[in-house]
């Protein structure tokens, strides 16, 4: 009836509105409510709600083409209306966006991310329980890392020093500890801070153009102490498979390639390992050149003069950024020096603020960002392949 309504309303008004489907939007919306309830009711499974809601817009697809090859049928034999009044469906709303939600399922079950995150007994009820209540029930794993247990993270408990001075000695038990205990249930490795926000979903889709047996890794990319760099420890970095597997096994083995003891920058003495056991420094950019791992808070990239001329960032940076929208990236994945307060806002305005009639456009999958050198050729050749 809704469809019917504003097919009537569209006509009184002069306006051409083809609705090319036999399933009514009031019927889906209902569809798609009373299987999250059932869904909730009974408790299902990740991997069996991500198959309902595949299959719901599956059979949604399916049966818009069928009503769309009908209509196509129907109107070869009746000659079109001339017209120069805009034609459109509320149907191509609908069906980019479960094309959008499929592919969303779909990089959920093979990008799959597993994200600790560095804490410290009095951040746990401060910080660390806002990212477990935010960003982190969207990892595919989220983990704790700590000096101490607290069951109500829960935290995985570090035989380390805490300290500013001792965070290298504590990633390299972290990392350890992943390798040691998940390493093939997943894909890609993620570190951040109890202070950093990440967008799993973007991140997810930037790492859907590489394969995890290539050893790289992504973050803000820094241009000192290595010929590649290294990434900031506070916008957080991601490790593939390979990456993880050479830091164990060929780096923490070997006091040639990476510091034995447990003092030092972390994320200066990750750098220097990455690179002497052969891990590629990757660019995280989108294809317009655009930030998305940022360790800053969003007001320092976007407002001009917020990082001053003479801050050490701009010394530090390792491509060219600009300031002001267009900074960051449509994908953007993390911010640093979130506050509690600062993750519960970003997670309103990202996950239930929603403008009236937007549809996002970012291609699916995405493009390959400006910086080559930093991508392995085998992805390259894969996406020549499939765009050419």
């Known amino acids: 009836m809704v469809c019917k309504n504003i097919v009537r309303v569209a006509k009184k008004t002069g306006l051409q509105f083809k609705y090319r489907t036999r399933t009514p939007l009031w019927y889906l919306l209902l569809s798609v409510t009373l299987g999250v309830m059932v869904a ?20 949604f697809l399916r049966g818009r083409k069928a009503a769309h090859s009908e209509n196509e049928a129907n109107e070869a034999t009746v000659a079109p209306e001339k017209t120069d009044s805009p034609k459109f469906s509320e149907d191509d709303v609908i069906e980019q966006h479960l094309l959008k939600m ?11 991310v597993l994200v600790w995150v560095m804490t410290q007994p009095d951040n746990h009820q401060k910080k660390a329980i806002h990212v477990k209540e935010t960003w982190g029930k969207r ?19 570090l035989n380390t ?4 001075n001792f965070l290298w000695g504590k990633t390299k038990e972290a990392y350890k500890y992943v390798y040691q205990h998940y390493l093939n249930d997943y894909d890609w490795f993620m570190k951040a801070d ?33 010929p590649q760099g290294y990434m900031s420890g506070g916008a957080g970095y991601v490790l593939s498979k390979a990456a993880l597997i050479k830091f164990v096994e060929e780096g923490l083995t070997d006091p040639k390639k990476c510091k034995t003891n447990s003092n030092g920058a972390e994320d200066v003495e990750m750098g220097k390992c990455m690179m002497n056991v052969g891990v590629l420094a990757g660019d995280s950019r989108d294809d317009l050149g655009r930030g998305r791992f940022f360790p800053f808070v ?15 960032y701009w010394d530090y940076i390792y491509y060219h950024m600009k300031v002001g929208p267009e ?28 403008p009236f009639g937007v549809v996002t456009k970012e291609p699916f999958p995405p493009r390959l960002p400006p910086d080559l050198q930093s991508v392995p050729k085998e992805v390259i050749a894969r996406f020549s392949n499939k765009t050419s």
């Open 327 to 354: 900074c960051c990236s449509d994908t953007a994945i993390t911010f640093h020096y979130i506050s509690p307060e600062k993750m519960w806002e970003l997670e309103y305005l990202l996950y239930h603020l929603r």
């Open 161 to 164: 020093t805490e300290g500013r």
């Open 102 to 112: 499929e592919a969303q399922l779909r990089l959920l079950q093979q990008v799959k």
């Open 139 to 157: 990892a595919n794993k989220l983990l704790f890392m700590s000096t101490t247990e607290d069951p109500s993270l829960p935290t995985v408990k």
């Open 194 to 226: 109890d202070d950093t926000f990440v967008i799993m979903e973007n991140l997810r889709y930037m790492l859907s153009l590489y394969n995890p047996q290539d050893p790289i890794y992504f973050g803000s990319r820094f241009k000192k102490f290595t």
């Open 40 to 59: 909730l009711l009974t408790f299902l499974t990740l991997d069996n709600l991500i198959a309902a809601q595949s299959q719901l817009s599956s059979s």
């Open 298 to 312: 969003p007001v320092h990239h976007l407002i001009p003069k917020k990082i001053g001329e003479k801050h050490w």
